[in-house]
């Protein structure tokens, strides 16, 4: 049965919609208006037209922040996708650690993708759960009041190169350079950033869950369902994604089935500053990297392997020809 975690009020986060100038040399982002709350938020949620996808000024609803987090674990790295029932789109996807950055942290995003790793992403070990730092500073333990967070080995979140175009919120050049994009169906800024997250070697039998919040009537409710852990992690090799999906629980990668998957749009096509898909689907974002997906053992193949491994049993080595 799933546990609850925690429970919050949804009127207290407000955020606030932007004005965005892009060029090719950089886009600029501020704030306009007045703070709005989460449901006034989704209610500007609405498709917008741009005819440039390089020079364009616009308002849009929102700033929303993610992060593609390359998880090292046991000399791999992998990627680090979370699965979301998206209420405001009536969709399930694979998407990045991601959230809405508040009215007080817009010239900091940095700061909110960070809180929601700690909020979305928990690393669990026979004697407790992990918490971690960011260079030198602790990210908040969001469940300590229902979980046993250990307080030696942390893991350490370190940025990794950015993007080569520059963003600032107003005057002010954003650390880091995240990739940004204006999502157009959701008229919203969205902003990428880089991190690596670096398993302690001592953390034995891990096990990752992923928890979200979702909004059941007048609250926002996280919930850990240890049946359904909800994060994946996808391969790297030489710094390449591989077609592959994988679980992790108590030390053991499962694979993930991907039969009508479908990734978030962060995945998708961008032009210049844009990305006009809601979500594309797992194997044409596949044929769009050039991977291919592994092969299935079916029945048959698998007959025929455990046939050979019989016939080897059976039949007597020819002996070598002196």
Request: a positive charge; aromatic letters at 8%.
């Amino acid at each position: 049965m799933p546990r609850t975690l925690i429970r919050k009020n949804p009127s207290n986060f407000k955020t606030l919609p932007l004005f965005v100038e892009a060029t090719p040399e950089g886009l600029t982002y501020q704030s306009v208006g007045m703070p709005l709350n989460f449901a006034q938020t989704l209610q500007r949620r609405k498709p917008v037209a741009v005819a440039d996808a390089e020079r364009f000024a616009l308002e849009l609803a929102n700033l929303g922040v993610s992060v593609r987090l390359t998880l090292h674990w046991q000399n791999r790295d992998y990627w680090v996708l979370v699965r979301q029932r998206r209420q405001d789109r009536g969709d399930v996807v694979l998407k990045l650690i991601s959230g809405y950055v508040p009215a007080h942290e817009l010239n900091i995003p940095l700061h909110t993708a960070i809180q929601e790793i700690a909020e979305e992403c928990l690393l669990e070990t026979p004697e407790g759960w992990l918490g971690g730092r960011f260079n030198d500073t602790w990210l908040p333990a969001p469940y300590a009041t229902a979980l046993h967070y250990r307080e030696a080995l942390p893991f350490r979140l370190t940025p990794l190169s950015g993007s080569a175009r520059p963003v600032r919120c107003a005057n002010l050049q954003l650390l880091e350079r995240p990739r940004a994009y204006v999502h157009l169906p959701t008229a919203s800024l969205q902003l990428i950033y880089d991190l690596r997250l670096d398993v302690p070697k001592e953390a034995k039998n891990l096990s990752l869950f992923h928890v979200d919040e979702r909004l059941e009537g007048d609250q926002l409710v996280a919930r850990l369902d240890r049946k359904r852990p909800d994060l994946y992690l996808m391969p790297l090799q030489d710094g390449q994604p591989l077609a592959e999906l994988y679980t992790l629980k108590k030390g053991h990668l499962y694979p993930a089935g991907t039969r009508g998957l479908y990734l978030a749009e962060s995945f998708a096509k961008q032009d210049g500053w844009l990305v006009r898909d809601e979500r594309i689907r797992w194997k044409d974002w596949l044929r769009q990297q050039g991977l291919t997906a592994p092969e299935k053992a079916t029945g048959l193949s698998r007959l025929r392997g455990k046939a050979k491994q019989l016939l080897k049993k059976i039949v007597p080595r020819k002996a070598a020809r002196p």
